[in-house]
């Protein structure tokens, strides 16, 4: 409880420069994809997960039109709050305009590409871990396994493609780096397109429209 307390301090006093590279980064994102009002929760980093990995700053959206994110005040930069705000933005966005409860396997692989190549547009220079290309051998791995679950409901299904799986031979993050892949893949073909345009666009029809991947 101490140690929690002193985050809660430490983010306390630090919250003008949060919430100034909050209202910076949704500022950058809203030019580009404009959307209704919501609320952004703000809560200390779990002291029991490392938050290095994640640049000091995790996050989600629910379907309620709420953002949270778990910033560590030693560890979160300016370039990573905007970044994972952004995010999550995108992430409102889409679950604004879609039914969420009715997401399968590849939906939400494809929901985290979006969101990233959404981030990546705004933030071209900010490198994050998580969208880093997989190996050709680790690629058919992962896209095997996506083909074999593509409708799974499962959270099972969806958690092997996050944190990874030895026993799969998926990487950690699988979901997030091939789902990005596959955007730029298919960005670069569709360079016309606008970003309103492809975020309410189908899973199956963004993989569809990439150079590589394709749904039997």
Same mark, same amino acid.
């Given at each position: #409880?101490?140690?929690?307390?002193?985050?809660?301090?430490?983010?306390?006093?630090? &919250?003008?420069?949060?919430?100034?590279?909050?209202?910076?980064? +949704?500022? @950058?994102?809203?030019?580009?994809?404009?959307?209704?009002?919501?609320?952004? &929760?703000? =809560?200390? &980093?779990?002291?029991?997960?490392?938050?290095? @990995? /994640?640049?000091?700053? +995790?996050?989600?959206? %629910?379907?309620?039109?709420?953002?949270?994110?778990?910033?560590?005040?030693?560890?979160?930069? !300016?370039?990573?709050?905007?970044?994972?705000? $952004?995010?999550?933005?995108?992430?409102?966005?889409? #679950?604004?305009?879609?039914?969420? *409860?009715?997401? @399968?396997?590849?939906?939400? $692989? /494809?929901?985290?590409?979006?969101?990233?190549?959404?981030?990546?547009?705004?933030?071209?220079?900010?490198?994050?871990?998580?969208?880093?290309?997989?190996?050709?051998?680790? %690629?058919? =791995?992962?896209?095997?396994?996506?083909?074999?679950?593509? &409708?799974? =409901?499962? *959270? @099972?299904?969806?958690?092997?493609?996050?944190?990874?799986?030895?026993?799969?031979?998926?990487?950690?993050?699988?979901?997030? *780096? =091939?789902?990005?892949?596959? /955007?730029?893949?298919?960005?670069?073909?569709?360079?016309?397109? !606008?970003?309103?345009?492809?975020? #309410? /666009?189908?899973?199956?029809?963004?993989?569809?429209?990439?150079? *590589?991947?394709?749904?039997?």
């Amino acid at each position: #409880m101490d140690k929690l307390q002193e985050k809660i301090i430490s983010l306390d006093e630090q &919250y003008k420069e949060i919430s100034a590279a909050l209202k910076e980064g +949704l500022e @950058d994102a809203a030019n580009l994809l404009p959307a209704e009002d919501f609320k952004i &929760y703000l =809560i200390p &980093y779990e002291l029991e997960y490392e938050s290095v @990995d /994640m640049q000091g700053v +995790l996050g989600f959206a %629910t379907d309620q039109g709420a953002m949270v994110l778990f910033i560590d005040p030693e560890q979160y930069t !300016t370039e990573s709050l905007k970044q994972t705000a $952004v995010h999550e933005y995108h992430h409102l966005v889409f #679950m604004g305009m879609s039914d969420s *409860r009715n997401y @399968d396997l590849l939906d939400k $692989v /494809m929901m985290e590409g979006k969101a990233d190549a959404f981030a990546h547009a705004l933030y071209l220079d900010y490198s994050v871990p998580w969208i880093e290309p997989l190996s050709p051998e680790s %690629t058919e =791995i992962v896209w095997s396994f996506i083909e074999e679950n593509q &409708y799974s =409901i499962n *959270r @099972d299904d969806h958690y092997i493609l996050q944190f990874g799986s030895s026993l799969e031979g998926i990487p950690q993050w699988s979901n997030y *780096r =091939i789902a990005f892949q596959i /955007m730029t893949e298919f960005l670069k073909n569709h360079p016309q397109m !606008t970003i309103e345009e492809w975020t #309410m /666009m189908p899973a199956v029809d963004i993989v569809e429209g990439s150079d *590589r991947f394709k749904l039997d």
